[in-house]
């Protein structure tokens, strides 16, 4: 945003845990700020953030308040009203649907430049013939997703806190990364200090366990991950 259109960017700082602080947000705040963006879950260590604390926060100063929710969904409940969003995304492939499938929910009342223009298409928002088989398998997987969560994400949970206890018992110096308890169903992700990313993916890899040591965007990257999710 700031090399494209000048715009100022401030970036969140995150806790021990990964979760934004509504008191920082309320102080980065102010009667130039134009658009507020924060994860709704993280991607890596699972941590979900108080969205509906901080869109509130946002709604309050008459901000735009968009949430990330490509993690979320599937997992967490979506509904726009009880979040308090101006917008929120979701991507296809996480749920089951083709790649490059995805989904930008917008408030009528929020101007949105397109990126692609051309053909007015979708009442001139994106520009372009319609995927219309990828939009009817986002929806079918969305549809299948929310009847599904109820009984997948408790269930999954289960099996994440148990997975939890086994390593954080099997290896001492192992340390959960993000949020004990408000944390996606499932997602749990660790740390070995004195340990390398790579020895502990080879050693797993030895034992027919697939694993990673950073987001999939990232990968080939030695460097940790960054320290803000806002």
């Known amino acids: 945003l700031h090399r494209l259109h000048g715009f100022d960017v401030t970036l969140l700082p995150v806790d021990a845990q990964g979760l934004v602080d509504p008191a920082d947000l309320a102080r980065a705040l102010t009667p130039a700020t134009t658009l507020v963006s924060v994860q709704y879950a993280n991607n890596e260590v699972g941590t979900v953030q108080?969205?509906?604390?901080?869109s509130a926060l946002a709604r309050a100063q008459g901000v735009p308040f968009h949430t990330d929710a490509?993690?979320?969904?599937?997992?967490?409940?979506?509904?726009?009203?009880?979040?308090?969003?101006?917008?929120?995304?979701?991507s296809g492939h996480k749920l089951g649907a083709p790649q490059g499938t995805g989904a930008l929910f917008l408030r009528r009342r929020v101007p949105l430049e397109p990126v692609q223009h051309g053909g007015g298409q979708e009442r001139g928002n994106r520009s372009g013939t319609e995927n219309v088989a990828g939009a009817v398998a986002l929806a079918t997987a969305l549809r299948l997703a929310e009847t599904e969560r109820a009984s997948n994400a408790p269930r999954v949970a289960a099996l994440r806190d148990t997975f939890i206890a086994e390593v954080l018992g099997a290896a001492p110096g192992a340390r959960l990364t993000g949020h004990p308890l408000q944390r996606l169903p499932g997602t749990a992700s660790f740390v070995f200090p004195g340990t390398s990313g790579e020895a502990v993916l080879l050693e797993l890899e030895g034992h027919g366990i697939v694993c990673s040591s950073g987001s999939a965007c990232a990968a080939g990257s030695d460097e940790p991950s960054p320290p803000h999710t806002g």
């Open 50 to 54: 108080p969205i509906r604390d901080l």
């Open 70 to 90: 490509v993690q979320a969904a599937g997992w967490l409940p979506l509904s726009v009203a009880d979040l308090g969003v101006d917008a929120l995304s979701i």
